[in-house]
């Protein structure tokens, strides 16, 4: 029972490992993106970033693959060590790259464990509003510490089998509840209106399909590393089914009301099927925080000389410091959406997409590291040429449109919410409660 539940490596373990890490909150921010773009941009977008997310995780793959059978021959052993995205940098790269590699993995990771508890405390609002969100940030805080004593990916089977359950039944809910519901009075689909939130909507969107900062961790896990190259492209797919039809269903019903509601649960009337939703989603959110996290946890462990330690308590006590940052961020900064855009234009456009693009060219460029090559281009584009070829758009595209064009949007629409709402907002887009009839009447003038 043990080994079914929490020892897994198969191609089926990582597929489930994929596609729950891939769609988690961003379900709820999705209908937000599409009020800011448009139904036939958010459309168009996400089949794109999703094909374009696959591409890289692939090279990370091939890269990983490259990196562990050059050390093998070496005579490296693996057996208590687990590979991560900087050490494969430095090892095919040098110490330059794995800089750049381990600063915007970490921060990345850092900022998407972030955002998973303000999800939390945003959902569980809109079950119990008694509390505001900023003490249901703590609460939260509190129970995400314990994926302190997950030791690694070996140990999601169950989690991710859980996890990618829980979001299908949300992202289906979300769907056919909006067409249940129908088009509200007066609905409008005016989008895209402005630049600034067009490109913050279309930043969202390559942040959505840019989750596999984790991919070197998921493979590591697997018995057989090799056999990775296509379960990205194969998660994305199943993942497509989820986002496409709730974000869309939404739009057609709420329209422009969604751009002043960026967690989509905030529209739909309070019904068990929605509250089985948020609880759904709290329990995926707690799951996709432990894979944000445990990557961090293997660099701090490797930073104190931790990593070889066999006892979980000493591990799980060396970690917490980590949880703390993480914590105290989510609550300066509450603003569920417009932070997904910002790390999406500032960290998620170089870990996910240039780097690897550039990394694979840097690796390849040679003929002899062409001949010797552990893994030989896709069947689908044979030649090298046509590889670097799509890796340089790659690179181009996201560093001018993701980077550029979405960075400066999300920073304006994110700055613009720090002086709406300021740090350490108590209750961020909460509905203001009705102001009582005696407040409202003018107060008596003051007696000379």
Known sequence: ???????????????????????????????????????????ILQIFYGFLGSWTAYLISVLYVEYRSRKEKEGVSFKNHVIQWFEVLDGLLGPYWKAAGLAFNCTFLLFGSVIQLIACASNIYYIND????RTWTYIFGACCATTVFI???????IWSFLGLGMTTYTAWYLAIAALINGQVEGVAH??????????TGATNILYTFGGHAVTVEIMHAMWKPAKFKYIYLLATLYVFTLTLPSAAAMYWAFGDELLNHSNAFSLLPKTAW???????????????????????????????????????????????????????LAIIFPFFGPINSAVGALLVSFTVYIIPSLAHILTYRTASARMNA?????????SWTGMFVVNMFIVVWVLVVGFGLGGWASMVNFIRQIDTFGLFAKCYQCPKPPVPAAAQSPAPLPHH
Not at 190 to 199: A, D, R, S
Not at 303 to 326: E, N, Q, W
């Open 1 to 43: 029972m043990k080994s079914f539940l929490w020892h897994g490596g198969s191609v089926w373990d990582a597929w489930f490992s994929c596609a729950s890490n891939q769609v988690a909150q961003v379900l709820l921010t999705l209908p937000y993106s599409f009020s800011q773009l448009g139904m036939v941009s958010g459309v």
């Open 130 to 133: 008694r509390l505001d969100k």
């Open 151 to 157: 030791p690694s990916f070996h140990n999601y089977r």
């Open 190 to 199: 005016t989008g895209p209106t402005k630049l600034v939130l067009y490109f």
């Open 274 to 328: 929605r509250d089985a939703a948020v609880i759904l989603m709290l329990i995926h959110q707690f799951i996709t925080f432990g894979f944000a996290c445990t990557p961090l946890y293997f660099v701090w462990e490797k930073v104190i000389g931790m990593h070889d330690t066999k006892s979980i308590f000493k591990r799980a006590l060396a970690r917490l410091p980590i949880v703390v940052p993480i914590w105290f």
């Open 374 to 382: 552990a893994e030989k281009p896709p069947f689908f584009l044979p």
